[in-house]
């Protein structure tokens, strides 16, 4: 089985994050980082050492780049909002001009548009899962804990690789989708005028 084949459909798992709008639904993420963990326990205590920092550094990277897509995902929510408002108030006008090819245009635009909206809106609020190393069972686990931790961050770093990659991809589709809804809104402006 190829790796193309074990992910999820994009579209499905967008509209599984819109739906994980509402309180208690999880939202799935692509399984894109699908190396798994190789032994360590033969390695030497420098290059444990090595690889728990790294995995720090991984782990720290990933919580960024988790807050700066739900930046952008905020952004995008706010630029939504204010196109569906111009949208809405350009109702009048395109009922007014009687063209059934303006209406449907304007209809793919308030659509796309809110599905970019709602998309966004996931994106900044859903669940972010993202491996961490839990010091309390750590401080339960028998020496050597070098070999311990960096078992664990080995493990870890791919739950925050998989939806760091899946944030971005639901981010990228909302704003397909907005930049859908607005090319569909000027379309709908443009068959009023002609």
């Known amino acids: 089985m190829t790796q193309q084949e074990r992910l999820p459909s994009e579209a499905a798992v967008f509209l599984q994050y819109v739906l994980g709008l509402w309180p208690g639904r999880r939202v799935p993420v692509f399984g894109v980082h699908s190396v798994e963990p190789g032994d360590t326990s033969n390695w030497p205590e420098v290059d444990l050492i090595v690889l728990v920092e790294e995995g720090r550094r991984q782990l720290d990277r990933q919580q960024s780049d988790l807050e700066y897509i739900r930046g952008r995902a905020q952004f995008l929510f706010t630029t939504a909002l204010g196109l569906l408002v ?21 209809f793919l635009g308030v659509f796309s548009t809110t599905l ?3 998309g966004a809106a996931a994106v900044t609020v859903a669940r972010k899962e993202v491996g961490m190393i839990d010091s309390t069972r750590l401080s339960r686990q028998q020496p050597p804990i070098h070999q311990v931790l960096a078992a664990a961050y080995a493990r870890t770093v791919r739950i925050g690789e998989n939806t760091v990659a899946t944030h971005v991809t639901v ?24």
Do not use: Q
């Open 86 to 106: 111009v949208i809405f108030a350009s109702a009048a006008s395109i009922i007014a001009a009687l063209s059934i090819w303006a209406f449907i245009a304007w």
């Open 116 to 118: 970019g909206l709602l």
């Open 171 to 194: 981010l990228r589709d909302a704003v397909l989708l907005v930049i859908v809804g607005a090319v569909a809104h000027a379309a709908a402006w443009l068959f009023t005028v002609l």
